[in-house]
């Protein structure tokens, strides 16, 4: 279930994702757990993003008759990793989508000026002809969002969505200032950020907790 937090931002509020969630959060939670789980949320949110996918009709035949069936239409999809965390959502959004296409971009967050730095980027050559969907788990100062969705703006595709695990009310509100026609979903909306960056309550480095790394 969908629930409307603005026009651009919605909570994908599933009591399935939401258990997994608390799950991940909960500082117990070691790496190879943490990583399934993410898998599994990944899957969940995979098909409620999805939901408004165009479909066309083409012929087939099943053992028994000749019908007109519905199949995605177009050249489908490509999913970007936002490297490297991204990676950990990229795999579970395979599993539903194993035809889609995946492009990653590199960008780490400076230390001190928390801007975001960009240091590889490579995607499908054909992506202005899909719907792309941008991953990456934490939407927090939304600085590396925004500048991967300014390289992606960049190849035109068809449409773009971004997808995270948790978001802070002030990434938010910094990714929508700067686009008002890409949509953000989110397994949460959580209180704030701290003095250093970090969504609270959160999860902590996603990606450290991913790779089990410091």
Same mark, same amino acid.
């Given at each position: 279930?969908?629930?409307?937090?603005? &026009?651009?931002?919605?909570?994908?509020? +599933?009591?399935?994702?939401q258990?997994?969630?608390?799950?991940?959060?909960?500082?117990?939670?070691g790496?190879?757990?943490?990583?399934?789980?993410?898998?599994e949320?990944s899957?969940?949110?995979?098909?409620?993003?999805?939901?408004?996918?165009?479909?066309?009709?083409?012929?087939?035949?099943?053992?028994?008759?000749?019908?007109?069936?519905?199949? $995605?239409?177009?050249?489908?999809?490509?999913? #970007?990793?936002?490297?490297?965390?991204?990676?950990?959502?990229?795999?579970?959004?395979?599993?539903?989508?194993?035809?889609?296409?995946?492009?990653h971009?590199?960008?780490?967050?400076?230390?001190?000026?928390?801007?975001?730095?960009?240091?590889?980027?490579?995607?499908?050559?054909?992506?202005? +002809?899909? &719907? #792309?969907? #941008?991953?990456?788990?934490m939407?927090?100062?939304? +600085?590396?969002? #925004?500048?991967?969705?300014?390289?992606?703006?960049?190849?035109?595709?068809k449409? $773009?969505?971004?997808?995270?695990?948790?978001?802070?009310?002030?990434?938010?509100?910094?990714?929508?200032?700067?686009?008002? &026609? !890409?949509?953000?979903?989110?397994?949460?909306?959580?209180?704030?950020?701290?003095?250093?960056?970090?969504?609270?309550?959160?999860?902590?480095?996603?990606?450290?907790? !991913?790779?089990?790394?410091?």
């Amino acid at each position: 279930m969908l629930i409307l937090m603005e &026009d651009q931002f919605q909570v994908i509020n +599933h009591p399935l994702i939401q258990h997994k969630l608390t799950l991940m959060r909960d500082k117990n939670t070691g790496s190879q757990e943490f990583r399934r789980l993410l898998r599994e949320i990944s899957m969940l949110m995979a098909y409620e993003v999805t939901r408004d996918t165009q479909l066309t009709e083409i012929e087939i035949e099943t053992p028994l008759e000749k019908m007109t069936a519905p199949v $995605i239409d177009g050249k489908k999809m490509a999913l #970007v990793s936002i490297l490297r965390a991204g990676n950990g959502i990229l795999e579970g959004m395979l599993e539903i989508l194993p035809s889609a296409r995946v492009g990653h971009i590199g960008l780490y967050r400076d230390p001190k000026t928390l801007e975001a730095i960009e240091y590889y980027c490579k995607l499908p050559t054909d992506i202005e +002809h899909r &719907d #792309v969907i #941008v991953v990456d788990p934490m939407l927090a100062t939304a +600085h590396t969002a #925004v500048a991967a969705m300014k390289k992606l703006k960049e190849r035109n595709p068809k449409s $773009i969505k971004f997808v995270c695990l948790v978001a802070s009310p002030e990434g938010v509100k910094e990714f929508t200032s700067h686009f008002n &026609d !890409i949509p953000v979903y989110a397994a949460s909306l959580d209180r704030q950020l701290n003095e250093k960056g970090y969504i609270l309550p959160g999860l902590g480095d996603a990606g450290d907790r !991913i790779y089990g790394t410091k």
